[in-house]
């Protein structure tokens, strides 16, 4: 490039460089050096397709970037930070690791858009979610329906008072209802071997036992709703005004804050108005599950320190990133 104008900007010497080395090696290894000229049209070539590429990252990024504000945003006028960790968790949990091809193996692919997944008994009320952030998707629709449910799942829980989540974005959406999971893939509320049954369903997605107890701790948010899982008391001193639609049983008395109360609540039992699910109670009677249970009632800096960790690890289980390492927002 020999003129500078601002559709014609200098590039970094480095990258140019890089390059021309590359393109020279090309040359020789197929046996002929480059003619001057040919030399500069490929250098050129190839130097566009690399800013046309990079220019493409950075608009998925600053869509990804506004779509997090809009998030921000919604969550301060609705609180609905409990659903929307649900929607992230729900669209990742039904990864199954002994399924190699993809989308068959499940997880955090976008799939629970559609109306036969939302149906599942397990996504009960979850179409909720996806009307709160259709908006945000429409307004940006280089973010992927994936990238979307599980950015909003881990702002949900950074805005509530909870761990920065390393989050890597760029997953790609399923594009059709036959390629939604298998009900069945999410863990039962009741079952009637709960260590048992956490651990099916956490192993089969390559979690151990304590990613299993840090991600229970999530249960600090939020409520649940008889009509919608059949656990909970239709209202009680906590929810019975809100904020959002009132109702439900909550595991913490303060249900949009984010810390490790719910550890300390369940191991206590003092209160009859919070919820303590067969699957809560069992983090304190499984040995393997209450070295952690204990340890997180104890210390609020290791549970977000876990959370944070188990959490991104959930939030890329099943996905097909493009570009394949993914992209960062910070």
């Given at each position: ?5 601002p559709?014609?900007?200098?590039l970094?010497?480095a990258?140019?460089?890089m ?6 090696r090309?040359?020789?290894?197929g ?26 990252a950075?608009d998925?990024?600053?869509e ?10 919604l ?8 659903i ?16 190699s091809e ?11 858009r ?5 149906k599942h ?21 280089g ?8 950015l ?8 509530a ?20 999971p298998p ?6 509320a009741?079952?009637p ?27 600090t948010?939020g409520?649940?709703?008889p ?17 959002g ?5 909550s ?24 919820l303590?699910l067969?699957?809560d ?9 209450k ?13 977000f ?26």
């Amino acid at each position: 490039r020999t003129k500078e104008s601002p559709l014609n900007p200098p590039l970094p010497a480095a990258e140019a460089d890089m390059a021309v080395h590359h393109l020279l090696r090309r040359g020789i290894s197929g046996g002929s050096p480059l003619h001057p000229l040919r030399g500069l049209l490929l250098v050129s070539q190839e130097l566009g397709w690399r800013q046309a590429s990079s220019a493409a990252a950075g608009d998925a990024v600053a869509e990804l970037r506004g779509a997090r504000e809009d998030v921000k945003q919604l969550l301060k006028e609705k609180s609905c930070h409990p659903i929307l960790v649900r929607l992230g968790w729900h669209d990742a949990g039904t990864y199954d690791k002994n399924i190699s091809e993809w989308p068959q193996c499940g997880g955090a692919n976008g799939s629970l858009r559609f109306e036969i997944e939302l149906k599942h008994a397990a996504n009960a009320g979850l179409v909720n979610a996806l009307k709160l952030i259709q908006a945000i998707k429409d307004k940006y629709a280089g973010v992927t329906y994936a990238d979307l449910f599980q950015l909003a799942s881990a702002t949900a829980v950074e805005e509530a008072g909870g761990p920065k989540i390393p989050m890597i974005y760029g997953r790609v959406d399923v594009s059709a209802p036959d390629q939604c999971p298998p009900e069945g893939r999410l863990p039962a509320a009741g079952p009637p071997s709960p260590a048992e049954h956490l651990r099916e369903v956490f192993y089969r997605m390559g979690l151990n036992d304590k990613e299993i107890v840090a991600l229970s701790g999530a249960h600090t948010l939020g409520r649940s709703r008889p009509e919608r899982s059949g656990w909970g008391k239709p209202e009680t001193k906590y929810t019975k005004n809100g904020p959002g639609a009132p109702g439900g049983q909550s595991w913490t008395s303060q249900w949009l804050k984010f810390d490790n109360s719910y550890f300390k609540d369940v191991k206590e039992r003092r209160d009859e108005d919070l919820l303590v699910l067969p699957t809560d109670a069992v983090l304190f009677e499984d040995s393997s599950f209450k070295i952690y249970a204990e340890k997180y009632a104890e210390d609020q800096d290791t549970f977000f320190e876990d959370y944070a960790e188990a959490h991104a690890k959930l939030s890329n289980l099943g996905s097909k990133f493009d570009p394949p390492k993914g992209v960062s927002l910070d």
